[in-house]
């Protein structure tokens, strides 16, 4: 396959199968970088300017390897959401015309703050400023006004949990499925998002080794922010699960779509429930919803900040805390313990 740079005339050869992409990012003009990327390992190549060794450092340098970093040490959804955001950083960084890290400077980075505020929420741009503050530091770089760009601060949102009649409706669906291999996934699915509160990307990532069926434990050694932990799902659900394993006990994952023969993804786990509650006729559920009102359950039944943090698998305790503050039960709960009585 001949690759053409659609600012530049000259072509260049590159080897293409279905697990790669080309992707062009215009760094600044001149130069323009064609970006080769090789979605099966991460791999990188740049392909551009015969004299890019003696250039200054580039920030697409400094975040390159940053990303691989992501790629080897966090998970699969951190490397993706980094590898998004990046490319649309470098983008906008072109249109500004910020390649080296001496053009990234407090003007700068204004010009690419006041373009963003046209078109992006709040939230969106302090994550992209959270990934350039990232990758500087990763690279052992302060730059004023860059590092230390200013936080907006938000007011934090309730987050929104499955209602208990719609809950009631979703276990009586699920537990009258068959048990074909098809079936017990869907179930399975469900339960296990309902008893462990996992996030879907550590769902399907879950290894039939990291089983232990005597403890009703799971280890998960894919996770969000990298650290192993164990999770616990009810015993009821124990038979069915032995019954998937007996399916294929030489898979790797515990996850499979039997039908097609495919991996699972968390796309996969988003429309199982979207087709359960279009049966059921009940407002959508989202997979972090489950998370939600796992969380939120166990912070109503007196579960203490401590092990709710472990489990949910929370860098920072303050996160876990929302739910101790948006739980009306945990609320009501301490109001009539700790209430004046007369």
Same mark, same amino acid.
């Given at each position: 396959?001949? !690759?053409?740079?659609?600012?530049?005339?000259?072509?260049?050869?590159?080897?293409?199968?279905?697990?790669?992409?080309?992707?062009?990012?215009?760094?600044?003009?001149? /130069?323009?970088?064609?970006?080769?990327?090789?979605?099966?390992?991460?791999? @990188?190549?740049?392909?551009?300017?015969?004299?890019?060794?003696?250039?200054?450092?580039?920030?697409?340098?400094?975040?390159?390897?940053?990303?691989?970093?992501?790629?080897?040490? =966090?998970?699969?959804?951190?490397?993706?959401?980094?590898?998004?955001?990046?490319?649309?950083?470098?983008?906008?960084?072109? @249109?500004?015309?910020?390649?080296?890290?001496?053009?990234?400077?407090?003007?700068?980075?204004?010009?690419?703050?006041?373009?963003?505020?046209?078109?992006?929420?709040?939230?969106?741009?302090?994550?992209?400023?959270?990934?350039?503050?990232?990758?500087?530091?990763?690279?052992?770089?302060?730059?004023?006004?860059?590092?230390?760009?200013?936080?907006?601060?938000?007011?934090?949102?309730?987050?929104?949990?499955?209602?208990?009649?719609?809950?009631? =409706?979703?276990? !009586?669906?699920?537990?009258?499925?068959?048990?074909?291999? #098809?079936?017990?996934?869907?179930?399975?699915?469900?339960?296990?998002?309902?008893?462990?509160?996992?996030?879907?990307?550590?769902?399907? !990532?879950?290894? @039939?080794?990291?089983?232990?069926?005597?403890?009703?434990?799971?280890?998960?050694?894919?996770? =969000? #922010?990298?650290?192993?932990?164990?999770?616990?799902?009810?015993?009821?659900?124990?038979?069915?699960?032995?019954?998937?394993?007996?399916?294929?006990?030489?898979?790797?994952?515990?996850?499979?779509?039997?039908?097609? #023969?495919?991996?699972?993804?968390?796309?996969?786990?988003?429309?199982?429930?979207?087709? !359960?509650?279009?049966?059921? =006729?009940?407002?959508?559920?989202? /997979?972090?919803?489950?998370?939600?009102?796992?969380?939120?359950?166990?912070?109503?039944?007196?579960? /203490?900040?401590?092990?709710?943090?472990?489990?949910?698998?929370?860098?920072? /305790?303050?996160?876990?805390?929302?739910?101790?503050?948006?739980?009306?039960?945990?609320?009501?709960?301490?109001?009539?313990?700790?209430?004046?009585?007369?």
């Amino acid at each position: 396959m001949i !690759a053409t740079n659609k600012n530049d005339n000259s072509t260049l050869p590159i080897i293409s199968n279905a697990n790669e992409i080309l992707l062009e990012i215009i760094i600044s003009p001149p /130069p323009n970088i064609l970006l080769y990327i090789n979605l099966w390992n991460s791999s @990188i190549i740049f392909i551009g300017n015969p004299d890019s060794k003696r250039r200054e450092m580039r920030f697409a340098d400094c975040f390159f390897r940053y990303l691989d970093y992501i790629r080897i040490s =966090k998970s699969l959804g951190t490397y993706r959401f980094t590898a998004a955001h990046g490319v649309l950083i470098l983008r906008e960084f072109g @249109i500004h015309c910020i390649s080296s890290i001496r053009s990234l400077n407090d003007s700068s980075i204004k010009k690419v703050y006041r373009s963003w505020e046209k078109s992006l929420s709040r939230s969106t741009i302090e994550k992209r400023l959270g990934i350039i503050k990232r990758v500087l530091k990763y690279s052992n770089l302060v730059i004023k006004g860059v590092t230390d760009f200013p936080v907006v601060k938000f007011k934090q949102k309730g987050f929104e949990v499955v209602p208990r009649c719609d809950l009631v =409706k979703l276990m !009586a669906y699920f537990n009258e499925m068959n048990l074909t291999p #098809n079936d017990l996934t869907r179930y399975l699915v469900f339960m296990i998002l309902f008893y462990t509160g996992v996030r879907s990307g550590e769902l399907c !990532a879950i290894k @039939i080794a990291n089983i232990d069926l005597y403890s009703c434990s799971v280890m998960l050694d894919h996770t =969000k #922010n990298g650290r192993p932990r164990v999770v616990f799902f009810d015993r009821a659900i124990l038979d069915r699960l032995q019954l998937y394993i007996a399916v294929d006990p030489h898979r790797k994952f515990l996850f499979k779509d039997f039908r097609y #023969n495919h991996e699972f993804c968390p796309d996969m786990v988003m429309a199982i429930l979207r087709y !359960a509650t279009k049966k059921l =006729k009940i407002g959508p559920i989202h /997979p972090h919803m489950l998370r939600h009102t796992f969380a939120t359950m166990l912070v109503e039944n007196g579960c /203490p900040l401590v092990p709710l943090q472990y489990v949910l698998g929370h860098s920072d /305790p303050k996160t876990t805390e929302i739910y101790m503050h948006m739980s009306t039960g945990y609320l009501k709960k301490n109001y009539d313990m700790y209430s004046p009585k007369l």
